[in-house]
Nanobody
Framework: QVQLVESGGGSVQAGGSLRLSCVSS???????MVWFRQAPGKEREWVSS???????SYADSVKGRFTISKDAAKNTLYLHMNGLKPDDTAMYYC???????????????????WGQGTQVTVSS
């Protein structure tokens, strides 16, 4: 069984920072792991990916502001978010697919395991 639990969300002013965490089971940090986000009334969108070998990829909207990382010993995935904007307001989800490399164009349907989400709210 694979279980993912996100935490670290909250409310911040524009320009602020947050660190999201995703605690996993089943050694899934050894596989492709990703962050998605979804705002009310919008489609769930891909944010960032990290592969088994720690190769990373980011959506253009967050590139240069967000950093994805993991700690395999703690079975934890992280998303460090800096320079937050109101458009970053969303529910953030971690997910995984049991493969070493991540899809070049990640889709929701590519990932079989999801956390429950953690809310990020950025005010102006």
């Amino acid at each position: 069984q694979v279980q993912l639990v996100e935490s670290g969300g909250g409310s911040v002013q524009a320009g602020g920072s947050l660190r999201l965490s995703c605690v996993s089971s089943g050694s899934v940090t050894g596989y492709c792991m990703v962050w998605f986000r979804q705002a009310p009334g919008k489609e769930r969108e891909w944010v960032s990916s990290i592969s088994r070998s720690n190769g990373t990829s980011y959506a253009d909207s967050v590139k240069g502001r967000f950093t994805i990382s993991k700690d395999a010993a703690k079975n934890t995935l992280y998303l460090h978010m800096n320079g937050l904007k109101p458009d970053d307001t969303a529910m953030y989800y971690c997910a995984t697919v049991l493969r070493w490399w991540c899809p070049l164009l990640p889709r929701v349907a590519d990932f079989g395991y999801w956390g429950q989400g953690t809310q990020v709210t950025v005010s102006s």
